[in-house]
């Protein structure tokens, strides 16, 4: 048989019936009418040329770009559409590996997080950077994750939410503290200096721990005991600087109940 039915040129390339209609009626391929039945059938010309369009979908070309290879595509559009596809493709190579990184570099961070629980340290911290975003729990003005050109949320999760604690929130004023998003950034690549919007916190030595908290932790005061009790064991009294927390991971514990995970620094 010279000609199929679109069900039999299914089978016989293993190209679906809706893909084959699909081509069909953008033009990629084409058909003839039965005069007998009135089915279409399809020639060995429209086998090869599905063939043509899976190559080059293969390839991850748009239908558009295919349309024009098969309808007007020369030596030298095909090779212009093959060098453009092939810049695209690094493109995405270099995103995906990038993306890559940043889930390795998490995850080592939140290797290093459960080894730390529990634990506190004096060491040396890089610089960060805090948008303030809140008062308490009062949203403030024009507090936007986004300042002179740079969304923080953006660079998640090399930046997080960030919560400053107060040295009144140590001495009762439970609504002395402010959400936020923060970022360290290297000494020698300082890319948010000189930022509107955003209050540098000069790294060095500082007093580290590293705590797992439930509930309204913040706003009932559960914080203040729990980062004293590690606090108290290197010094005694109240910080006299303020604190502030990097939330490097939420997740529900064995009762469903959340627990929120801080890397909580006190600049010495």
């Known amino acids: 048989m010279n000609e199929k039915t679109v069900g039999m040129l299914s089978k016989f390339t293993g190209v679906s019936v809706h893909t084959i209609k699909?081509?069909?009626?953008?033009?990629?391929?084409?058909?003839?009418?039965?005069?007998?039945?009135?089915?279409?059938?399809?020639?060995?010309?429209?086998?090869?040329?599905?063939?043509?369009?899976?190559?080059y979908r293969n390839m991850g070309f748009s239908l558009k770009d295919i349309q024009l290879l098969l309808k007007e595509g020369d030596n030298a559009?095909?090779?212009?559409?093959?060098?453009?596809?092939?810049?695209?493709l690094a493109t995405e190579v270099t995103e995906l590996l990038?993306?890559?990184?940043?889930?390795?570099?998490?995850?080592?961070?939140?290797?290093?997080?459960?080894?730390?629980?529990?634990?506190?340290?004096?060491?040396?911290?890089?610089?960060?950077?805090?948008?303030r975003q809140t008062k308490g729990l009062n949203?403030?003005?024009?507090?936007?994750?986004?300042?002179?050109?740079?969304?923080?949320?953006?660079?998640a999760p090399k930046s997080s939410s960030l919560l400053e604690l107060s040295p009144e929130y140590f001495k009762g004023d439970l609504s002395a503290f402010?959400?936020?998003?923060?970022i360290s950034v290297d000494t020698d690549n300082?890319?948010?200096k000189d930022k509107k919007g955003f209050e540098k916190i000069s790294g060095g030595r500082m007093f580290t721990a590293y705590l797992c908290?439930?509930?309204?932790?913040?706003?009932?005061?559960?914080?203040?005991?729990?980062?004293?009790?590690?606090?108290?064991?290197?010094?005694?009294?109240?910080?006299?600087?303020?604190?502030?927390?990097?939330?490097?991971?939420?997740?529900l514990?064995?009762?469903?109940?959340?627990?929120?995970?801080?890397?909580m620094q006190l600049p010495l």
């Open 178 to 182: 402010s959400w936020g998003h923060g």
């Open 98 to 131: 990038n993306t890559r990184e940043l889930i390795e570099n998490y995850r080592k961070e939140l290797a290093d997080l459960d080894r730390r629980l529990g634990k506190w340290y004096i060491e040396d911290c890089p610089d960060f950077y805090f948008r």
């Open 77 to 88: 559009l095909l090779s212009s559409l093959l060098e453009k596809r092939s810049q695209e």
């Open 22 to 55: 699909y081509y069909e009626k953008l033009g990629l391929i084409s058909s003839s009418r039965r005069e007998q039945s009135n089915y279409r059938s399809y020639d060995v010309k429209s086998c090869t040329d599905i063939y043509e369009c899976m190559k």
């Open 190 to 192: 300082d890319f948010m």
């Open 213 to 251: 908290l439930g509930g309204h932790y913040a706003s009932e005061g559960d914080l203040i005991n729990e980062f004293l009790r590690y606090y108290n064991e290197y010094k005694s009294g109240i910080p006299k600087a303020p604190v502030y927390g990097f939330r490097l991971r939420i997740t």
């Open 139 to 155: 949203y403030m003005d024009e507090a936007s994750c986004e300042s002179d050109g740079i969304n923080l949320a953006e660079y």
């Open 253 to 263: 514990d064995e009762t469903g109940e959340r627990k929120d995970y801080f890397r």
